[in-house]
């Protein structure tokens, strides 16, 4: 039977690149994002691959995240994959120095935006006492690094939800998951420094984690035997050892 996933943040990065790869296995998507022409731009790619629903809302508007789910076309209405990919980064200051309005984006997507989605879908799948979800993490929720603060607060805030999601869904044979890579050559940077021209030496120097590596990772997770459930992933690139130690000589084709 195939199978329904949703995927948020899915106009660039992880989120596009996991959409590409469910479709070419055939899993029909619903792909969620702010930016409507990037929606409608993905949907037309590949619409020849699999169906594609696209719903344009932003997961931190807890009232626009439920409308837009109950919204779902009938053929649409049994998510079976949730990939809770939407968040970002925003800002690399000292705490004392900090943005709030930059604290309240990073909080506000990264932990009350995947607990708005997952409180609107969840329901369904412990009726059918069925389903996957996958939280996207980050190696900050697993170490904290200097002026990482919120950022990495709310990336260990989601593993922590993650567990509690194992262990709460857990009697309803529900799978839960979290994949939490390094470094990913992504608009990530771009918009942690706010468009700044330091973004592009982020990546220079080695070879960072390609987007389509985690999708690759999200669906080999997502395509394992009923019995199995990958409870939590840490993905680098080979010239990341930690959060703040990569190798920039080592040149990898």
């Known amino acids: 039977m ?4 949703l995927i948020t943040g899915a106009t660039s990065g992880i989120g596009q ?4 790869e469910f479709a070419k296995h055939g899993i029909r998507l619903i792909l969620c994002g702010r930016r409507l022409e990037r929606l409608q731009t993905i949907q037309n790619y590949l619409s020849s691959l699999t169906q594609v629903h696209i719903l344009n809302f932003d997961v931190r508007d ?3 995240t439920f409308k837009a789910i109950e919204s779902l076309p009938e ?12 968040g970002n980064a925003h800002g690399l200051d000292p705490i004392h120095e900090g943005n709030m ?4 984006a990073m909080m506000d997507i990264n932990v009350k935006g995947l607990l708005y989605v997952s409180k609107a879908i969840i329901p369904q799948m412990t009726e059918r006492k069925s389903g996957h979800i996958i939280n996207i993490g980050s190696s900050a929720g697993k170490e904290v690094y200097p002026k990482g603060n919120v950022y990495c607060g709310s990336k260990h805030a989601v593993l922590a939800i993650t567990e509690g999601m194992r262990i709460d869904l857990n009697p309803f044979g529900i799978k839960v998951g979290a994949i939490n890579p390094g470094l990913v050559e992504t608009e990530f940077s ?3 420094f706010k468009g700044d021209k330091i973004a592009d030496s982020v990546y220079k120097g080695f070879k960072a984690l390609q987007a389509e590596d985690v999708a690759e990772t999200i669906y080999f997770v997502v395509s394992r035997p009923a019995h199995v459930n990958i409870a939590d992933v840490l993905l680098f690139c080979t010239a990341q050892a930690s959060s703040t130690i990569v190798n920039k000589s080592l040149q990898i084709s």
């Open 2 to 5: 195939t199978k329904t996933a």
């Open 62 to 64: 807890k009232t626009a």
């Open 101 to 104: 309005d930059d604290w309240d």
């Open 17 to 20: 690149a996991t959409a590409r």
């Open 75 to 86: 053929n649409f209405k049994q998510i079976d994959i949730l990939i809770n990919n939407a």
């Open 190 to 192: 771009q918009v942690r």
